[in-house]
Nanobody, 119 residues
C-alpha cells in the first residue's frame, strides 16, 4: 500500500519559515521524482516544486521560486519543502505527490496538510 504522509504544517506569520516533510512508503522511492503542490481556499491545485529521483535537478513555480526549496533523502524516503519568507497568499493545503513538473503524471498523492500564513 502506497502512503505519502505530510507533516510540518501549521500557522506562521508573514516573513516566517516552515518546513514540510513527506514520508513515503510502499513504493520504490529511489526511482520516483517527487514534488509539492498546494490548493488555496477556493482555488485549484497549483504545482509548486519538483525534484528528480536522484535529486540532481529541481523545478519551481514562479510564485515560490527563490523562497521555497525542495529536497529529498532517499535513505529516509522523505521529501521536504523549506518555505521561507512566507506570505499570506501561501496559505493553503499542501500536498506531496510523485512527479516533477506540473504536466507530469502524478500517480500518488498524500492527504495534504494545512499551512496558514497570517499576522
Amino acid at each position: 500500500q502506497v502512503q505519502l504522509v505530510e507533516s510540518g504544517g501549521g500557522l506562521a506569520q508573514p516573513g516566517e519559515s516552515l518546513r514540510l516533510s513527506c514520508a513515503v512508503s510502499g513504493l520504490n522511492f529511489d526511482i520516483y521524482a517527487m514534488g509539492w503542490a498546494r490548493q488555496a481556499p477556493g482555488a485549484g491545485i497549483e504545482w509548486l516544486a519538483g525534484i528528480y529521483s536522484d535529486g540532481s535537478d529541481t523545478w519551481y513555480a514562479d510564485s515560490v521560486k527563490d523562497r521555497f526549496t525542495i529536497s529529498r533523502d532517499n535513505v529516509k524516503k522523505e521529501v521536504y519543502l523549506q518555505m521561507n519568507v512566507l506570505k499570506p497568499e501561501d496559505t493553503g493545503k499542501y500536498f506531496c505527490a510523485t512527479g516533477i513538473l506540473p504536466t507530469t503524471q502524478h500517480d500518488y498523492w498524500g492527504q495534504g496538510i494545512q499551512v496558514t500564513v497570517a499576522p
